[in-house]
């Protein structure tokens, strides 16, 4: 009960009518990191607000009273591993996990957020709806639809709510591969009525979101969120945050303050949403607003800056809303292997960057980059050390890390068709005992992290039976080797889906799901990337 008293909501739900839509829509996670998704927010509320609804939410660890028989159970899907978690709530609310195994009278399951949109199919036998791109107008196109065939029986339902774009139904499409291991020939639909392709939905306006509810049970406590920018217009090649949302919105200055200061009545923690936050073009603007006295007491964290828009005043700012460092992806300390992913960004800027955090107050900055990335040779990783090297020295006594992760190729960018460099790992060794050397703190992260995500990154259907089999075995990399030895000659070797280049021609897993780009402006980014070699 502490968990409902203890949420302020910044909307007013609707009451539903008798005859509303009993819904559940879960997280599948704990409440806390749940109710601090942004996204899950949203969804909630536009179904809350609805009186042809009736909502109650689901996490892994806390529940609000459910329906017997909800006819429609919607997922949130952030972050791949919770796939397992999927799996048990629908378990615990005894509908079968497969789509195909569905009886009329159980709930249509549905699913959206980033982990479905970059690439569904992995997890398309666990869904009969799967909601593509943005929820803003989506959720209410699905909605709508839905109300139009209610009483209709499930095929006739998943028919017609295919017919909404950007509704994808998994099960109206066949897959056909040219062998039980090899690649994928064709994906189409069932028959001439449903569409070939689906559609990301892309919502355009200046109005973004913000926070729904603010609780001191969330991760970040008691936090409102404002998104101030959508997508990125960076699009460094590898970038899904960027490729996949495209285009970049921006929120005008004229919704974005009210929403703050709406936010700001019951709470004093402010978090600035966007893969690229300080690219707004009134950013110095909103800065010199929250800078007024009257915000004196707000903590204040910004979710992403450019490295070259870190000047000392925006250090000082963050400094005075008690932020202590500053993060910014580098990706490289080689500014021909930035070239290489279209990462605008020299090392001179860098280095400036923490010299202006220092000056600002800052007591630390925090530096990301990335190893394995395509065309990356041994000496752009001793590059990243000299690049560390010189930072240390040139804002001495700020606090440094550097974050690394291992290249992940991600759907819908440029990148799609390269595998995971088996090198990555001896990289992410030799950066410890350099950096080590140098008193620089590294944080890398788990190059078999790396290898799983990669694996669901370029997942196709066939890999259904390893994660349900995995998820008995838990989720290390052992276990999806495990998984990969008993369905020998059944699906394809890890290897495929990880480490291989693909060919340009290659039918992919999403070729039928529609991003913001086509393939062919994929390759003439890739192309270009080549040049730069
Ligand atoms: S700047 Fe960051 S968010 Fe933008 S495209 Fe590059 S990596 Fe992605």
Request: proline share 5%; aromatic share 10%.
């Amino acid at each position: 009960m502490t968990i409902l008293q203890d949420e302020k909501l910044l909307f007013t739900p609707a009451i539903p009518h008798s005859d509303a839509i009993r819904t559940i829509f879960a997280f599948p996670n704990q409440y806390s990191v749940g109710i601090t998704s942004l996204g899950y927010q949203i969804v909630w509320a536009t179904l809350a607000l609805r009186s042809d609804i009736q909502v109650s939410r689901l996490f892994t660890d806390f529940q609000e009273s459910l329906p017997r028989y909800p006819e429609l159970v919607g997922f949130s899907f952030s972050w791949e591993l919770d796939y397992v978690n999927i799996l048990s709530l629908l378990e615990s609310l005894e509908i079968p996990c497969h789509s195909h195994q569905r009886q009329d009278r159980q709930a249509i399951i549905f699913g959206g957020g980033p982990v479905l949109t970059a690439n569904p199919e992995p997890f398309a036998a666990f869904f009969d709806v799967i909601l593509l791109g943005d929820g803003e107008n989506l959720i209410a196109d699905f909605i709508n639809a839905y109300q139009e065939v209610r009483n209709a029986d499930r095929p006739t339902k998943l028919r017609h709510l295919s017919q909404v774009p950007g509704v994808y139904v998994p099960s109206l499409y066949t897959v056909n591969y040219d062998s039980p291991e090899g690649e994928i020939t064709a994906i189409l639909p069932i028959d001439n009525n449903v569409p070939a392709f689906v559609s990301k939905q892309t919502y355009r306006s200046n109005t973004l979101s913000a926070s729904t509810v603010v609780t001191k049970q969330a991760a970040w406590e008691n936090i409102y969120m404002v998104e101030v920018v959508r997508s990125c217009p960076e699009m460094c090649r590898f970038c899904l945050a960027s490729y996949l949302t495209l285009p970049f919105r921006t929120a005008s200055l004229e919704s974005l303050i009210p929403a703050i200061e709406k936010g700001l009545k019951v709470t004093d923690r402010l978090g600035l949403l966007g893969a690229s936050v300080s690219q707004h073009p009134e950013f110095e603007t909103l800065l010199d607003y929250l800078f007024q006295p009257k915000f004196e007491g707000v903590r204040l964290s910004i979710a992403s800056v450019r490295t070259n828009t870190v000047t000392e005043k925006l250090a000082r700012i963050l400094s005075q809303r008690d932020t202590k460092s500053i993060t910014i992806a580098v990706e490289s300390g080689s500014d021909r292997l930035r070239e290489i992913i279209n990462k605008k960004l020299a090392n001179d800027e860098i280095i400036q960057a923490a010299i202006n955090a220092k000056a600002g107050g800052l007591k630390g900055i925090k530096l990301y980059g990335m190893v394995g990335i395509p065309g990356e040779e041994t000496e752009d990783i001793a590059a990243t050390v000299e690049m560390l090297i010189a930072l240390k020295k040139a804002a001495s006594g700020l606090r440094i890390s550097f974050g690394c992760s291992t290249f992940v190729p991600k759907s819908h960018t440029p990148f799609q068709w390269f595998g995971v460099n088996k090198m990555a790992e001896k990289r992410l060794k030799y950066l410890e005992k350099q950096l080590g050397k140098q008193g620089i703190e590294f944080r890398p992260e788990s190059y078999n992290w790396s290898v799983i995500q990669a694996l669901l990154s370029r997942g196709d259907r066939r890999l259904t039976s390893l994660l349900e089999l995995t998820r008995g075995y838990g989720d290390s990399l052992g276990s999806y080797k495990r998984a990969f030895k008993e369905l020998k000659g059944q699906i394809p070797p890890l290897d495929y889906y990880v480490h291989q280049q693909w060919r340009l021609e290659q039918v992919l897993p999403w070729s039928h799901l529609h991003g913001s780009l086509s393939s062919n402006v994929l390759v003439k980014h890739l192309e270009d990337s080549q040049t730069k070699r």
